[in-house]
């Protein structure tokens, strides 16, 4: 983390400090850096070098109208998967040639406003869509442009919720019935087969699977074309992982376990597909989320009590899994940090929210720094995934989010009240 990051014993975004915006915006409170995301975007850009490609944001991951507007400014691409993803896209300022629409279980409202709008590609998963797609098309007298999504079979190593690639998930077409699925693509009125598309899961945090996925996707598009199906599109989807334990370093924290801290930078893992999937002179496209948003955003909130329980010491803050989900729903790790570093004395806590539900924790068994009641603490690498699961769940506004860029600071969204729950 660069743009997040101490200085001295404080914990700034940018140039300013996250205590100050805590106090100034109250918690829980989202706080993304603008020039933390932007440089993960770039950053992917460039590694795509200079062939025929575009980075489309993955919606999914954080959908901030401010966020979305800054990166279609980029000229990003977006990948959106419902009809209220694509609204946001539209609206944001995404070239419709610049979106694809993926989705397993697409609606055919959903497909005719992709379609009116001209959407680049409808990444098709199964053959029931694929012929909804063409009568829709066909109803409104034009051509859907489309991707098929190939499910390969490989294993991302990932959380097995987050894993979408292998046959048992519902994602794809599964690879053994793919030949014959472009075969009849290509013989539906109004569908244009264009490319493959393939994306394995998320929070993958090795190459290998990735380099599988390509070679598979290589020697595909070979027997496609040898089969008279000309296709000239790839969309390697998202997936690569960020780091989330040892996201942050202060000589006054404790250090996470070193086993996770080896994942490759995403362009690492470009630099280990591209060559292989630019060999079929396809155009390439790319969807990722976590990679561009994840550490760009961090989780502000204060700490209510300490409870003692004999047997556990539980540090119980104001923000719970209705403001961040990940931890309750896949036990994912987030580093927590204070904001502010006034001892380096460490002891094991679990971090418990309010919610009344034992899955609300952000952290079980936890070495941290010292805390008391008063304090304000990081929830790091929070920025994917995060306010975009929130709820409303036990009668909980919503978080406000808000925007650094350098000494200057946005509300890119204002804290919903209790009339926002009627
Ligand atoms: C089809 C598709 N594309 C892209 C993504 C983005 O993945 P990530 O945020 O891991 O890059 C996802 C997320 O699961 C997805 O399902």
Request: charged share 20%; proline share 5%.
């Amino acid at each position: 983390m660069t743009h997040i990051c101490y200085k001295e014993n404080n914990l700034c975004c940018e140039d300013v400090l996250l205590a100050d915006l805590a106090e100034e915006y109250g918690t829980p409170l989202y706080v993304y850096s603008k020039n933390q995301f932007l440089e993960n975007f770039h950053t992917l850009e460039t590694a795509l070098g200079e062939g025929d490609h575009r980075v489309c944001y993955a919606l999914k991951a954080n959908a901030n109208p401010a966020i979305l507007k800054l990166l279609a400014e980029h000229n990003a691409g977006a990948d959106v998967v419902s009809g209220g993803e694509l609204f946001l896209a539209l609206k944001a300022g995404f070239s419709p040639d610049r979106i694809a629409f993926a989705g397993v279980g697409k609606r055919e409202d959903e497909i005719e406003y992709a379609l009116k709008n001209n959407v680049a590609f409808l990444n098709v998963e199964s053959i029931p869509e694929l012929q909804l797609v063409s009568r829709v098309a066909l109803r409104l007298n034009t051509t859907a442009r489309v991707a098929l999504r190939i499910n390969p079979d490989i294993d991302a190593q990932s959380h097995p919720y987050i894993t979408t690639g292998l046959s048992e998930n519902k994602f794809g077409i599964a690879a053994p019935k793919a030949m014959e699925a472009f075969t009849y693509a290509a013989s539906l009125p109004s569908v244009e087969v264009r490319g493959i598309h393939v994306h394995i899961g998320s929070q993958i945090t090795s190459a290998e699977p990735f380099v599988l996925t390509a070679q598979f996707v290589v020697t595909f598009v070979e027997q496609l074309r040898a089969s008279g199906i000309a296709i000239n599109h790839i969309d390697f989807g998202g997936g690569m992982g960020v780091r989330y334990f040892n996201a942050i370093h202060h000589e006054g924290l404790p250090k996470e376990d070193p086993a996770h801290d080896k994942i490759p930078e995403p362009a690492d893992v470009i630099a280990a597909v591209a060559p292989l999937l630019r060999s079929t002179h396809c155009s390439l496209w790319l969807e990722p989320g976590r990679s561009i948003l994840a550490n760009a955003g961090v989780l502000l909130t204060r700490v209510a009590y300490i409870k003692d329980s004999g047997q556990k010491k539980f540090v119980i803050v104001d923000a719970g899994m209705t403001d961040l989900l990940r931890p309750s729903l896949y036990n994912a790790h987030h580093q927590i940090a204070p904001v502010a570093i006034e001892t380096y004395e460490h002891e094991l806590v679990d971090v418990v929210g309010p919610i009344c539900e034992t899955g609300d924790f952000f952290a079980r068994n936890r070495t941290m720094n010292r805390v008391k009641s008063g304090d304000v603490l990081a929830v790091l690498t929070a920025g994917a995934y995060g306010f975009v699961n929130t709820s409303h769940y036990n009668g909980r506004p919503r978080p406000a989010e808000v925007l650094v860029n350098g000494e200057r600071v946005r509300v890119i969204r204002q804290r919903e009240t209790f009339e926002d729950l009627l």
